[in-house]
């Protein structure tokens, strides 16, 4: 399928590694910041606001 040999594919590799780290970091903040007695009924509205755009 993909033919990436050499340095190209230590390049793909990183950003793959990288962007998961990140993915991981940035999803974390978002579920402290909806943490709390009225977290679950905000997230519920900002689901369905992102569902609909």
């Given at each position: 399928?993909?033919?990436i040999k050499?340095?190209?594919a230590n390049?793909?590799?990183?950003?793959i590694g990288i962007m998961t780290l990140h993915s991981?970091?940035?999803e974390s903040g978002v579920?402290?910041?909806?943490a709390g007695s009225k977290g679950c009924m905000i997230?519920?509205?900002?689901?369905e606001v992102l569902r609909i755009l």
């Open positions: 399928m993909l033919d050499g340095a190209d390049k793909v590799i990183l950003v991981f970091g940035e579920g402290v910041s909806f997230w519920i509205v900002v689901a």
